[in-house]
């Protein structure tokens, strides 16, 4: 009796037309114990092959993936520029009879790379341990530049992504996490170059240590 190449089930199975599928099927009807056994074989691997698709990760989650590998490989650091800052409320001296009022609750700073400013308000809530950041990528040179889609990413020192979001059409967005050491605000404009700015300690500090962190950032 003939039987039939797995190559030739396999096709079937898959939807398929073999040239030989009338003779194929007629020989399963038959009743042929061995190309029954291909038969069914190929199709548990397809069934097997269907419900791995179901399985592949989110979306996001490969988004993410891609981004930390560029940010640690260095695949786009050609065209990074660091920003520099250029305004900064922390390194400007309170007015008298505000000192006392203990640490600021708001805080806001400017950067420039690009022909392009970066404004940026720092606000934290006393009652919350998020930090909530609000800002606003603006073209020097074109004024009312729409800015929309503009990727903005918070980074780790160690390249690890703490939150994103993407600007609207005035080149706004916000972005709201738990403050901490050395993060990294990375603005992709279409059709420019991507922005980098180094951040230091956001935690609100004592009167006393205002002038050293405005220095610190100052010099990053």
Request: aromatic content about 6%; overall charge negative; charged content about 20%.
């Amino acid at each position: 009796m003939q039987h039939f190449s797995d190559q030739a089930w396999a096709d079937l199975v898959r939807g398929i037309k073999p040239p030989q599928r009338e003779e194929m099927e007629s020989h399963l009807a038959k009743g042929c114990l061995d190309c029954k056994v291909s038969h069914n074989s190929w199709k548990q691997v397809r069934a097997v092959a269907l419900r791995e698709s179901s399985f592949g990760p989110p979306e996001n989650a490969v988004r993410m993936a891609k981004l930390i590998f560029a940010e640690n490989s260095g695949a786009d650091q050609s065209g990074a520029e660091l920003a520099s800052l250029t305004f900064d409320t922390f390194a400007q001296p309170a007015l008298a009879g505000v000192r006392s009022a203990g640490a600021a609750t708001a805080r806001q700073m400017v950067y420039e790379a690009d022909g392009l400013a970066v404004d940026l308000r720092f606000d934290f809530s006393p009652l919350s341990k998020m930090l909530s950041l609000t800002g606003q990528v603006l073209d020097k040179q074109l004024p009312g530049t729409p800015l929309q889609h503009s990727e903005v990413i918070l980074w780790t020192q160690k390249g690890l992504p703490v939150a994103e979001t993407k600007a609207n059409a005035f080149g706004e967005f916000n972005l709201e996490f738990e403050p901490q050491n050395h993060l990294r605000l990375s603005i992709r404009v279409i059709g420019r170059s991507h922005v980098r700015i180094h951040l230091a300690n956001l935690r609100p500090e004592p009167e006393s240590d205002t002038q050293t962190s405005g220095s610190e950032i100052s010099n990053q």
